[in-house]
Nanobody, 123 residues
Framework: VQLVQSGGGSVQAGGSLRLSCTASGLTFDDSDMGWYRQAPGHECELVSTRGRDGATWYRDSVKGRFTSSKDNAKNTVYLQMNSLKPEDTAVYYC??????????????????WGQGTQVTVSS
């Protein structure tokens, strides 16, 4: 199984970015997944989840600004991030199934993770 991320980058506050997470070796139709982020000096936090049934969840701080979607043909999940704020600056990861480490870090050996992508929002 491999998750390959793309997107991210640097934008000014109020801007938008889209993250992609493309899977090989599994099908997102059959898998729950999550988006996580970790900012320097901060613990990993769950940003959004997407169930195999299409149900989505967002943390309060991104509700109304971030949207998860899926392209079945490409086996890719997207995280559209609008109205970005400097506090959104972090390394973002996708993972399946959606759980993170217990040590404050995102990546664990017990599930599958993308390589991470930097999102930087300047004020």
């Amino acid at each position: 199984v491999q998750l390959v991320q793309s997107g991210g980058g640097s934008v000014q506050a109020g801007g938008s970015l889209r993250l992609s997470c493309t899977a090989s070796g599994l099908t997102f139709d059959d898998s729950d997944m999550g988006w996580y982020r970790q900012a320097p000096g901060h613990e990993c936090e769950l940003v959004s989840t997407r169930g195999r049934d299409g149900a989505t969840w967002y943390r309060d701080s991104v509700k109304g600004r971030f949207t998860s979607s899926k392209d079945n043909a490409k086996n890719t999940v997207y995280l559209q991030m609008n109205s970005l704020k400097p506090e959104d600056t972090a390394v973002y990861y996708c993972a399946t199934p959606p759980f993170m480490g217990t040590d404050g870090y995102c990546v664990t050996q017990y599930n599958y993770w993308g390589q991470g992508t930097q999102v930087t929002v300047s004020s």
